[in-house]
Nanobody, 123 residues
Framework: QVQLVESGGGSVQAGDSLRLSCVANGGTFSRYAMGWFRQAPGKEREFVATISWSGVTTYYRDSVRGRFTISRDNARNRVYLQMNSLNPGETAVYYC????????????????WGRGTQVTVSS
């Protein structure tokens, strides 16, 4: 059983930056690929970024590539999402998730999920 807890969300102005963190408790963190997803009110959950267990391989949705950076620290059981130049369309609850070892964009492939952290971007 793995528990994931996100932090670092908040309310910012358009163009500002935030760094989200997710800590994992239980399981073998280094054996999981990690991902970030987001969900806006009334919308489907969408993929944001993912990272392999080694941290070597990363994938991003097109709209965030070049602005967001996913990273991980296996020694501390943590994954991060640095978000730069945020825009109001990225207001959502952001979730971290753990897959069984392969990076994937499909939320159905993630076994464990955090409760989410709210990110609000004002214009």
């Amino acid at each position: 059983q793995v528990q994931l807890v996100e932090s670092g969300g908040g309310s910012v102005q358009a163009g500002d930056s935030l760094r989200l963190s997710c800590v994992a408790n239980g399981g073998t963190f280094s054996r999981y690929a990690m991902g970030w997803f987001r969900q806006a009110p009334g919308k489907e959950r969408e993929f944001v970024a993912t990272i392999s267990w080694s941290g070597v391989t990363t994938y991003y949705r097109d709209s965030v590539r070049g602005r967001f950076t996913i990273s991980r620290d296996n020694a501390r059981n943590r994954v991060y999402l640095q978000m730069n130049s945020l825009n109001p369309g990225e207001t959502a609850v952001y979730y971290c998730a753990a897959s069984k070892g392969v990076p994937t964009t499909n939320y159905d492939d993630y076994e464990y999920w955090g409760r989410g952290t709210q990110v609000t971007v004002s214009s």
